[in-house]
């Protein structure tokens, strides 16, 4: 669920006007609503927090925290006023102290024990600011100070106020006041000189020079993108340089290597994405990234750890290790110099491996905790990360599973326990878990110790208790105005001292609203809106301001009862005093407010095939569609003709063609057929024959050899309205199905009547019940856009009756295919046409010469 929080300046400098006369805290609030929109378009969206802070002081500044909704995001956004000092280093104190809120109270940091990087709350701090001198009570400042006095307890145990998985970025607004006459500069937003881009860089985002409203549009889509799941690591070499690759892809010791001379990708500071479970939609992950000390009991505190961990990287190339059933961790690493490098070296078969300074108990370096590899089509560089000091364990597993057959002998324990000693603590009981996952025996004992002193695990507790306190006292006072100025009080003598109840007039309308007297329509100008009739009060008609049940009159009882029950038992699905009319009169400025039906939906179901093409999400309008995929109409197909589509010898396949070669399944007569590469089995409705390009599942031409097998299964009829299908044994058109010997097809209607004597024999009142529906039906399939037919035609064989019924169906369809203008479907229709008047024909010919020979 990732975290959006918007830091806005609100400092009076923001009111300094563009040359559109709009000022910059209006393009602000703009901007934020424009962002919205666009992050909007992304299904997994549904579960983003969006978070308001500005530049007041704390704890007024925050406008919308953790427990406000969308509708309070939005309301607060559109009531900021520019006003006071650009106080730029408090307000970004406030806003990582308010997503660090909860932290230690969830444990996500896990101090002490490793860092998880499936443990996060991705956050992106998106901070509009006009870039001008910081301003506070002290003077003017030349740098960005952020306080170090923090109210949240437990800061102390990371040196800077965010954490890994929180970065930073900053549009800062640069707009003329006058319209420029140069021509604008296409390309890439340049980065801002201002104080706050130093910030922003080191927790891994970037600041953005705003000049034009293009670049805020550029900077805004741009920053959509960077909403992603992730923890930012600092990668360092260590050691040499490794030996460059000749063009042969082989090592050239024989170029020099600048191993002293400083390069970009020896320091690189990016994200890792940490991409969520497909099924549950929660980051899983196995082992952690190593702390950069051992952790020991007689230690009286952690000391504090640096929010984004530096991971040493060795240049030494390497075998990537695995065994089968060991877990390991996967993360991509975000484009930098480092993956540029580690890609132009194109050796997808080698690794290089990962340390933590400090992590081991016996080794300054520490052990390796996984490796560096690019994947193997050379499109990105993977962190692997592993059981710490993977090199031993791996082979001592392997030859447990392979040599030792799970049973161990004592010199396997000793190195197994040698291995032990040299593993951080916090690494035990994942290693017990995934030695429980491979199915060995347990190796690890049950009482695990954490490594920490009793003191830092009390102490622990106890900043999580005074979180706790300190997070209710913060969000109590979300959204609260700041205390106004006191100024000199005056006295007003207007009221003569006396008293409200006092006042002539307000008992005069209090009466009126009781009651007691009619409302006097005083002072209203009739005149003014003329046609208009004014509805006076019924006098009889007094309002239901009971207090006494014995003031109920006795008729109005039972009436009141039941208003009395169903507020009790709130049994009314509306709100008291609200009918049903009321429910879809929404004001205008809730007309927007789409994040909170997006939570109220159920999470969306898996696609059935991936590859299809995702549809856009398309507030407004549910039917639009990506004209990329989109079909045309097939009137103007028609005209070009279906030549055009014919596959030239030597062209490559096209990625419609490999989709018309995708698995198909067919539902027909209760049963299902597959259907490969335009084939199907010879009981189904398509031929086994039909040529791949002429398939029509995928909305394409009919194949001829199909319309010639309808036609034949027409000329099957039987005089109750059974058909059998040419090469099969089977019966449909509402009779059970069957199998039949070859001599019994013959005569199928006499093989049916002597074999089944119990089948089901259609009246001819459910024989017109079926048609109509299958007239229905007809209707809606040729209405249908697109070149399925196969349903068509599957519903023309279950007609019930003669041949002479089917004719009429047959040329009931073309009318309606000719209303629509299914050109294509009319011709396959006419020669199904065509050949049942011929076979009727040839069958009045053949019943003439039977009466004659008689």
């Known amino acids: 669920m990732p975290i959006l929080l918007f830091l806005i300046d609100t ?16 393009i602000a609030k703009g901007a934020v609503e424009l962002f919205l929109k666009l992050r909007a378009r992304d299904p997994a969206s549904r579960g983003d927090r969006y978070m308001l802070v500005t530049y007041d002081e704390p704890p007024y500044c925050i406008k919308a925290g953790w427990k406000e909704n969308h509708a309070t995001f939005m309301s607060e956004l559109k009531n900021l006023q520019a006003s006071g000092l650009t106080t730029l280093g408090q307000a970004l104190r406030s806003s990582f102290d308010l997503l660090n809120l909860n932290r230690l109270i969830s444990g996500i940091d896990n101090y002490g024990q490793g860092r998880n990087p499936f443990f996060l709350e991705p956050s992106i701090l998106i901070t509009i ?7 506070s009570t002290a003077g003017v400042q030349e740098e960005l100070h952020l306080p170090l006095n923090s109210p949240l307890p437990g800061s102390e145990l990371t040196k800077e106020p965010f954490r890994w998985d929180q970065r930073l970025f900053a549009l800062v607004l640069r707009l003329p006041g006058v319209a420029s006459t140069e021509p604008e500069q296409l390309g890439s937003v340049p980065t801002d000189e201002s104080a706050i881009t130093q910030m922003c860089e080191v927790t891994g985002g970037r600041s953005y020079c705003v000049r034009t409203q293009r670049m805020l549009n550029q900077c805004l889509e741009s920053l959509v993108q960077k909403v992603q799941s992730g923890v930012v690591i600092n990668f360092e070499k260590t050691g040499p340089d490794p030996l460059p690759i000749g063009e042969d892809g082989l090592m050239d010791s024989s170029r020099p290597s600048n191993s002293f001379a400083a390069q970009p990708w020896h320091s690189c500071h990016k994200l890792i994405y ?17 702390e950069s000390f051992w952790p020991d009991q007689n230690l009286p505190s952690l000391p504090p750890r640096t929010s984004h961990p530096v991971v040493r990287f060795s240049c030494v190339d390497c075998e990537p290790m695995v065994i089968d059933k060991l877990p390991f961790d996967k993360y991509e690493l975000e484009p930098s110099p480092l993956t540029q490098y580690v890609l132009e070296r194109k050796s997808p078969h080698t690794c290089w491996q990962v340390f933590v300074t400090s992590s081991g108990k016996y080794n300054e370096l520490g052990y390796p905790f996984g490796y560096l590899k690019a994947s193997t089509t050379l499109t990105c560089v993977n962190l692997f990360v592993m059981p710490y000091n993977y090199p031993v364990l791996l082979p001592l597993l392997d030859d447990l599973f392979k040599v030792h057959k799970l049973k161990p002998n004592l010199k396997w324990r000793q190195a197994f326990d040698s291995y032990l000693k040299t593993l951080p603590p916090y690494y035990l009981l994942p290693l017990k878990k995934a030695l429980r996952m491979m199915g060995a025996p347990n190796l690890i004992s049950d009482n695990l110790d954490c490594g920490l002193s009793y003191s830092v ?6 900043l999580s208790q005074q979180t706790k306190l300190e997070s209710e006292r913060i969000l109590a006072s979300v959204g609260k105005k700041p205390p106004q100025e006191i100024g000199i009080k005056v006295k007003n003598h207007s009221g003569g001292g006396m008293s409200l109840t006092h006042n002539k007039n307000f008992r005069k309308l209090l009466k009126e609203i009781t009651g007691e007297t009619a409302l006097r329509l005083t002072e209203l100008n009739t005149k003014e809106f003329a046609g208009f009739q004014i509805g006076l009060l019924n006098k009889d008609l007094k309002p239901q301001t009971y207090r006494n049940a014995y003031d109920i009159p006795r008729r109005d009882l039972l009436d009141q009862l039941t208003r009395m029950r169903s507020n009790l038992l709130k049994t009314h699905k509306f709100i008291v005093g609200q009918d049903e009319d009321s429910l879809h009169s929404v004001p205008v400025a809730q007309m927007g407010n789409y994040q ?41 197909e028609f005209v070009a003709g279906p030549q055009n589509k014919v596959k030239r010898p030597g062209e490559p396949n096209s990625p419609m063609s490999s989709k018309r ?40 031409l009919m194949p001829p050899n199909q319309v010639d097998s309808l036609s034949d299964d027409f000329t099957s009829l039987s005089k109750d309205g059974l058909i ?5 044994n089977a019966f449909v058109g509402g009779a059970k199905n069957c199998n039949l ?33 299958i007239k229905h039906q007809l209707m809606k399939e040729v209405r249908k856009f697109g070149r399925k037919y196969e349903r068509i035609f599957i519903l023309l064989e279950e007609v019930q009756g003669p041949l002479e019924m089917k004719k009429q169906f047959v040329e009931f369809t073309i009318k309606e295919a000719a209303r629509f203008k299914r050109r294509v479907l009319i011709q396959y229709l006419e020669k199904v046409l065509e050949k049942i008047d011929s076979h009727h024909l040839l069958n009045n010919i053949n019943h003439i010469n039977s009466r004659s020979s008689c």
Do not use: C
């Open 11 to 26: 400092s009076a400098s923001m009111n300094q006007r563009t040359d559109l006369g709009t000022s910059y805290l209006d």
């Open 129 to 135: 600011t006009d870039g001008n001198k910081l301003t």
């Open 274 to 290: 940490v991409r969520p479970n497909s099924k549950t939609g929660v980051p899983v992950g196995h082992w952690p990234i190593p």
């Open 457 to 462: 695990i009390s102490y622990l507790k106890k």
């Open 596 to 636: 909170e039906y997006l939570k109220t939906l159920a999470s969306p179901l898996r696609e059935i095939d991936p590859d299809q093409p995702k549809r856009l999400h398309t507030f407004g309008n549910p039917f639009k569609q990506d004209k990329k995929g989109m079909m045309i109409d097939e009137a103007d």
């Open 661 to 700: 070669r995708r698995n198909a399944t067919v539902i027909h007569d209760g049963h299902e057929e597959k259907m490969e590469n335009g084939q199907i089995t010879p009981d189904g409705f398509l031929s086994k024959s039909a040529p791949s390009e002429l398939i029509n599942m995928t909305g394409d």
């Open 724 to 728: 059998q299908k040419p090469g099969s």
């Open 741 to 773: 010997s070859v001599d019994d097809q013959k005569d199928p209607v006499a093989s049916t009547l002597g074999t089944m004597p119990n089948t089901l024999q259609i009246t001819p009142a459910m024989a017109q019940g079926i048609n109509a529906d």
